[in-house]
């Protein structure tokens, strides 16, 4: 591929009476590729992003940000590659992967592989990856991933806590029939106080919710000040304005 890793994103995730203002005829000066953003009302420090497959430009790239957050510890946010099709057509990467689960579990283990040397750390984002529920109708998606950070000593309160669907069909506009928990706050390091999951209501005077993933929400014990930790995916009021993935 010869364009730009940013006119590449540009045109594959505008529609096509987007392209000419969005990666055509913008003088914004470039897009958010991985489509993350990391907010925080404690200052951030050492703020970077990492590309989970660098040196390749690609359809779509995953990366993870990754910063210190002061009076909680370091942070990663991250959105991974969904199941999109039983058909894998990454163009640069159908030498290196047959599937959408298998470069998946590559993201993962990059990721993980990343963040190893931290004794404590919080993956947040949109994993595409989760086991299953059977008690709350919750169907595994790419559970060799999800299994990736549980057996590197990461833990997931939302799953053992709450086990409800994220990416549910009972959303209107998820465009799914099916049940997964996709959005996590995975802690290595970190005990959990409190869990729930959030912006899983109608907007008042809508027929729709917040967006078409569920977030989660964990707060850390009091010797992290009682200061919860968020995942928003895909904001739905504001999805022009908002990049994929906001942690928060």
């Not at 947040?124 to 950070?149: C, H, K, Q, W, Y």
């Not at 806590?161 to 998820?174: D, S």
Request: hydrophobic share 35%; proline share 7%.
């Amino acid at each position: 591929m010869e364009l730009p890793q940013e006119c590449i994103t540009c045109l594959v995730t505008s529609g096509f009476d987007r392209v000419f203002s969005d990666c055509i005829g913008s003088n914004s000066g470039g897009i958010n590729v991985p489509g993350l953003v990391l907010l925080s009302r404690l200052p951030l420090r050492n703020v970077k992003k990492v590309d989970l497959i660098p040196g390749i430009k690609q359809l779509l790239p995953r990366s993870y940000l990754y910063a210190e957050v002061d009076g909680i510890g370091s942070v990663a946010c991250t959105h991974l590659t969904a199941y999109l099709s039983n058909t894998y057509f990454e163009p640069s990467l159908r030498t290196t992967f047959r599937s959408w689960a298998e470069q998946n579990l590559y993201e993962v283990s990059s990721l993980v592989s990343g963040l190893r040397h931290l004794p404590r750390v919080i993956v947040m984002g949109d994993l595409n990856s989760g086991p299953s529920v059977p008690e709350r109708r919750v169907i595994p998606a790419i559970p060799e991933s999800f299994f990736t950070f549980t057996k590197n000593k990461f833990t997931a309160p939302y799953v053992d806590r709450i086990g409800q669907c994220t990416y549910c069909r009972e959303n209107p506009i998820a465009g799914t029939n099916l049940n997964f928990i996709l959005d996590h706050i995975l802690l290595k390091g970190y005990e959990a106080r409190m869990v729930r999951r959030i912006f899983d209501h109608l907007i008042p005077g809508q027929d729709y919710p917040s967006s078409d993933h569920y977030g989660v929400e964990v707060t850390l014990p009091e010797s992290f000040e009682n200061r919860p930790c968020h995942y928003i995916l895909n904001l739905y009021s504001l999805k022009r304005f908002l990049p994929h993935g906001v942690c928060a």
